[in-house]
C-alpha cells in the first residue's frame, strides 16, 4: 500500500524551529519528488515547496525563502521539512504528496499524507 506519514508538527513560539518528517511506504521515495503543502483555517491549501528527485528544492511561497528547506534521508524513505524563524501566519496543516515533477499545483500529486498541524504562538 502506497502511503505518505506526515509527523513533527506542533505549537511552537514565534522565531523558533520545527522539523517535519515526510515517511513514505510501498515505494522508493527517492525516486519522485515530494511536495509540502499547507492549509490555514478558512484558506486554500498553497505549495511551499519541493525536492527534486536531484534533491534541489523548488520554492513556490516567498515567505518561506531563506526560512525553510527540505532535505531527504534515503536510507530512511523520509523526507524532511525544516522550518526555522518561524512566524505566526507559518501556521497550518502541513501536508506532504508526491509525484513524478515538482509543481505548484495542489492537482497535480498523487499521493497525500494526512497532514500534520503546525501552530506558531507565543
Known amino acids: 500500500q502506497v502511503q505518505l506519514v506526515e509527523s513533527g508538527g506542533g505549537l511552537v513560539q514565534p522565531g523558533g524551529s520545527l522539523r517535519l518528517s515526510c515517511s513514505a511506504s510501498?515505494?522508493?521515495?527517492?525516486?519522485?519528488?515530494i511536495g509540502w503543502f499547507r492549509q490555514a483555517p478558512g484558506k486554500e491549501r498553497e505549495a511551499v515547496l519541493c525536492?527534486?528527485?536531484?534533491?534541489?528544492?523548488?520554492y513556490y511561497a516567498e515567505s518561506v525563502k531563506g526560512r525553510f528547506t527540505i532535505s531527504r534521508d534515503k536510507g530512511k524513505n523520509t523526507v524532511y521539512l525544516q522550518m526555522n524563524s518561524l512566524k505566526p501566519e507559518d501556521t497550518a496543516n502541513y501536508y506532504c504528496?508526491?509525484?513524478?515533477?515538482?509543481?505548484?499545483?495542489?492537482?497535480?500529486?498523487?499521493?497525500w499524507g494526512q497532514g500534520t498541524q503546525v501552530t506558531v504562538s507565543s
Open positions: 504528496a508526491t509525484n513524478s515533477y515538482c509543481s505548484g499545483s495542489v492537482q497535480r500529486y498523487d499521493v
Open positions: 510501498g515505494f522508493t521515495l527517492s525516486t519522485y519528488v
Open positions: 525536492i527534486s528527485t536531484t534533491d534541489r528544492n523548488i
